[in-house]
């Protein structure tokens, strides 16, 4: 199965701390899309970012960044001064561009502490 | 608010038992996607419907169906309910029955199985 791997289950780190969620996709498609999904406390899936496979350019906004690297399938994911705020599980998620579905790795859970 | 509106939220049910959940996706998107999140299995994609047409399916038990109505809305109906059922069941909506403009997640349904 093409999966995406999240191979951090929970990481705890103390405020203003940096913290990087490792995402690692398998895919034999040329053309597919990558996301990020925060879900805090409350259930709701909040979305955070969508990369195109051919766009490798990281990303930045505000305390979050993103390092695509297709020659190693990873789609990494910092947040920089970490805030209690952003306790909640992380999902990755692959989509191939000729359908719908979104395949979600397995969530890591983020606890910050103050 | 995300747009798309899930009902009921909350949801508790005997085990045999049969439900229908119920979303209302984003105005302007014609495609409506279920997902399910449980403890064990994590968030997998169950089907997907693009203008009333099943487009795509995933791991979806034959005790479960769906149909996307005439006025885009969606209803998943869970039957002869198992204690592994309980989980919380997400729809999204996207504009395609594509990636490239993303997804619209409503808060969910939590289904509780006794």
């Known amino acids: 199965a093409q999966k995406v791997t999240q191979a951090q289950t929970e990481i705890s780190v103390v405020e203003k701390e940096d913290v990087t969620l490792d995402c690692v996709y398998e895919t034999r498609d040329t053309t597919y899309y990558l996301f990020w999904y925060k879900q805090p406390p409350s259930g709701e899936l909040v979305f955070l970012i969508r990369r195109n496979s051919f766009d490798e350019q990281n990303e930045i906004s505000g305390r979050y960044s993103w390092n695509f690297q297709k020659s190693t399938s990873s789609f990494n994911f910092t947040i920089t001064a970490s805030q209690v705020v952003d306790s909640a599980v992380y999902f990755c998620a692959r989509a191939p561009s000729n359908t719908g579905k979104l395949i979600f790795g397995q969530g890591t859970t983020l606890q910050v502490k103050p | 608010d995300s747009g798309v509106t899930q009902t009921p939220k909350h949801l508790i049910t005997a085990t045999g038992q049969r439900v229908t959940l119920r979303c209302s996706p984003r105005s302007g998107d014609l495609s409506v996607y279920w997902y399910q999140q449980s403890l064990d299995q994590g968030l997998q994609f169950l089907i997907q419907?693009?203008?009333?047409?099943?487009?795509a399916k995933g791991n979806i038990l034959e005790r479960f169906s769906a149909q996307q109505f005439p006025d885009l809305h969606s209803e998943l109906n869970l039957s002869s309910l198992e204690l592994g059922d309980s989980a919380l069941y997400f729809c999204?909506?996207?504009?395609?029955?594509?990636?490239?403009?993303?997804?619209?997640f409503g808060s969910g349904t939590r289904l509780t199985v006794v």
């Open positions: 999204a909506s996207s504009v395609a029955g594509r990636p490239n403009y993303g997804y619209t």
């Open positions: 419907y693009y203008n009333g047409e099943e487009r």
